[in-house]
Every structure is written in structure tokens, then in C-alpha cells.
């Protein structure tokens, strides 16, 4: 599954002042969202920017050097064809129904028509909105540079996600645990809408309000689902199977979200709200990425099911579209369990170098995890070692493997059994090895890694920010460059923790 649609053929640059807004979500009626401006970020200096999303919205590269530019994309500079809003949704967060959520500091300027369709642009952290409760509309540099770089680092690896243009920031004080300096994120998507947009309407007997939002995302990103015989049927059957793919791209890198509440699950079946998110290192299966995670519900085995979870509470919230309870749940079941399940095996067959499928290799998976668990090597160097290897044991080959296990003879009996794995297919070592790269990354956004960028961000060094991105967008290459991305962590890392106010 491709991190975002294919092009369809490259948008001529363009400047600030003409860029062609459509704003398709403002034409929903009013009771979907709040139209209010941006607060005024005072001091605002670019932090980052990508070009390759720049380019998605046919933004001419040099326009990323202008003034104009930071004050855009801080809420400061209103461009012509804006139209800011605050969108409304409800949720379940740690499943358990929070009510009435929203855009609590984000504002969406509107769309623009770009490479591949058209692009939702939105700011995080501009200020306060109707929908913030008790909070205070801002993000800090921290959280960030975390979501720009993680936003960036899926796509880089191909997963479906949210996008990031450039980070903004200010001197302005933010209250964390510290005080802390603001920023604001833009955020690029084709659309925004969660499953709790949905569940909102349903809470609220709006079942009009409920048939426009499925309509607006049926018309604007999924119009061959018309031709279905119950088109809202297929439209949950759709955001099922898309994020059953999801996940199996999660799982198969080792990426945690973190905190999968339904109000940070995307109807499109992208990665979004980037907050106490992590990569596997030393492999556990129970391991929470979330210090706020206290019961483990987010864990990195419990994922998928927490996702089809997700699911449930969106086929409730389309129930009154839909009628029929079975039909809800079928659409979810079928679509959800046979894409995670088949999308997961075929990924680590692939992740094994395996090209045939044989009936014993769910067992090999399952059986390789349990021995991964007890010998906990680093999850993404498990993977990219076993991608130099050969099909034939030789001398010395295999000790950088070795050296990732608890026992290294448990990793010489478990590639005894890989190679035979490999024999009965006879595999040939270029081509496979050439293949697992492709499937194996060597860089991925380590905490340590994100850690080490924001602490230079602090000091207004933004150069390992850059140089982060810069590698994370290439992540299956080599890359001699930047080989010590690649490392396992160091010491200091051990005591490094992720909240929800990551």
C-alpha cells in the first residue's frame, strides 16, 4: 500500500498567492465545524520544511525562502482562498467514551489542488478553538519535530500516513511538564475525517448529519463505491480493508502508535496523530510505547485488535446508514481480518526473503516471534542482518545476527531452519537479498534519534533535523553517510519515555 495516491502527473509551480484553495470540507454545513482564525504566533523562524510535500502542492521550491512563507504556515498570513475552521468529532479514547472532542488546536485553511488530487492543509498548534476544553491550542518544538520527522519517516517507508510540509517555530513559553517553546506543524492529508467524525453524529441522533458526512467522503475519495448495492456498507468494508493493510505495514516495520483512541483513526486508512509513537528496538511484543499507557491497551501485539475494535465502533456509528447489525459486522470481519491477516503473512514471508508460499510458513512465522521474544535482538537490525546472509552457512558470515541474541545458539539453530526454509524454494542469494532490502528498512525513527534532533532544536541548531529527514526518506538504502543511525541505542537512551504529551 502506497504512502499516498499516485501522481497524476506533475502541478506546475506555484507561489503563496496562487495557490488554488477548493475547500470542499467548508462546504459541509455549519454544525461540522467552527470558522475562526489562527492566534498570532509572535517571532515565528522556519524550523524545516520538506520540499517533496511542497512540490505535492505545486508550491515552487524557492517560495519555502520566503518571509511570507513562515508567516502562512504559523496562522499569522491569512493566503487568499483560505478558509480556517476547527472541525468537530467525538471519540473513544482508551475505550472508554470521551464525548464531544475536536480540533482542539489545529485549524484547517482549506485544500489545495495538487499532485495526486487534491491536499488538506492544516495547522497544529495555532491556538485555541471552541473544541479545546481545558487546553491551550498550542504545540510545543518537541512534539514537532516528532511529528514531522515520523509523519516523514512512514512515508519513506511506504506506509499510508499524514504528511508534514514544515515546522514553525517561537520563543513564545508553552506550559508541559517544563516550559517548553511553541511551534506549529502543517499538516497535509487528503482528508482529516476520523472514525470519530462519525461517532460524533451517531451520539447526537443526527442520523442527516451522519448520511452527509458518508456522502462527502463517498463523493470526494471513494466514488466507485456508488456502483455497490448498499454503498454505505461498502464504504465501511473499504475503511476496513485499508486499515487492515495499515496495520499489517505497522507490524511488519515494528511501528507502535502509541494511542489508537477512534478519534485518531483515519477514515482513508492513513497513519495520523503522531504522538507517543516508537520503533521496536529489542523485540517484546508487550512492549508499551506510551508512558501514559498504564493497562498496555496500545501495546504492539495488541494493534490489530485494537483496530478492529476501532472498527466496531465505526460500523455503530454507521449503523442507522447501514440497518442491518450483521451487515456492520460482516463488513468489518471479513474485510478487516482478511486484509491484516494476509497482508501480515505475505509481508514476512517477504521480510524472510521467502518468494513461494508453502502451508508451513505461518507456523515458521509464528514460531520465529515466540524465539524473538525470549531472545530479544533489535527488531530492525534482526531483519536488515538477515538480508546480507546466504542460503549456505559460511565461515563468520552470520555474526552480526549472532550478536543481537540473549544465546547466539538459539540464532544458529533458528537459521539452520530459515536456510532450510530457503532450500526448498532454491533461493538465489542475489536476488532475494536484493528483494529483503527492499522490504527490511536499515533506518528507522528511533526515540534516541528523534531525542538527539530536538535537544539541538533547543539551541536553534536545526541541522540534525534536516539531516534526519534527509536519511529517513531513503530509509532501505545503505546510506554509508549516516551508519550511525543505524546503530543500536546508546546507554543514555534506556531511560528515554514517551507520553501522551509527546
Known sequence: MDAMPHPRGATAPRSLE??????????????????????????????????????????????????????????????????????????????????????????????????????????????????????????????????????????GLGIATTRALCIVGSDAPVQREMVETAAVVTRVAPSFVRFGSFEHWRARGRVDALRELADHVIDRFRPELRDADQAYVALLADVSRRTGELLARWMGVGFMHGVMNTDNMSILGLTLDYGPFGFMEAFDAKHICNHSDDSGRYAYAAQPHVAQWNLYALA???????????????????????????????????????????????????????????????????????????????????????????????????????????????SQDAARQAAMKKLNPKYVLRNWLAETAIRKARDKDFSEVTRLQACLAHPYDEQPEFEAYAALPPDWANGLAVSCSS
Open 18 to 155: 496562487t495557490l488554488p484553495w477548493v475547500n470542499s470540507f467548508a462546504r459541509l454545513a455549519p454544525a461540522f465545524y467552527t470558522r475562526l482564525e489562527p492566534w498570532q504566533l509572535p517571532d515565528p523562524y522556519l524550523v524545516c520544511a520538506s520540499a517533496e510535500v511542497a512540490k505535492l502542492i505545486g508550491l515552487s521550491a524557492p517560495e519555502i525562502a520566503r518571509p511570507e512563507f513562515v508567516q502562512a504556515f504559523c496562522g499569522n498570513l491569512l493566503l487568499p482562498g483560505t478558509e480556517p475552521l476547527a472541525a468537530v468529532y467525538s471519540g473513544h479514547q482508551f475505550g472508554t467514551w470521551a464525548g464531544q472532542l475536536g480540533d482542539g488546536r489545529a485549524h484547517l485553511l482549506g485544500e489545495v489542488r495538487g499532485t495526486g488530487g487534491n491536499w488538506e492543509i492544516q495547522l497544529k498548534g495555532a491556538g485555541r478553538t471552541p473544541y479545546s476544553r481545558f487546553a491551550d491550542g498550542r504545540a510545543v518544538l518537541r512534539s514537532s519535530i516528532r511529528e514531522y520527522l515520523c509523519s516523514e519517516a512512514m512515508a
Open 316 to 426: 455503530e456509528a454507521l449503523l442507522p446508514l447501514i440497518g442491518a447489525v450483521d451487515a456492520a459486522r460482516d463488513a468489518v470481519d471479513t474485510h478487516f481480518t482478511a486484509a491484516y491477516n494476509e497482508g501480515f503473512l505475505a509481508i514476512m514471508r517477504g521480510k524472510f526473503g521467502f518468494t513461494a508460499a508453502l502451508a508451513r510458513d505461518e507456523q515458521f512465522i509464528s514460531d520465529t516471534l515466540n524465539m524473538l521474544q525470549f531472545q530479544r535482538p533489535d527488531f530492525t537490525l534482526f531483519f536488515r542482518n538477515l538480508s546480507q546472509l546466504s542460503a549456505t552457512a559460511q565461515a563468520g558470515a552470520d555474526a552480526p545476527l549472532r550478536d543481537l541474541f540473549l544465546d547466539p545458539s538459539h540464532c544458529d539453530a533458528w537459521l539452520a531452519d530459515w536456510r532450510a526454509r530457503l532450500a526448498q524454494e532454491a
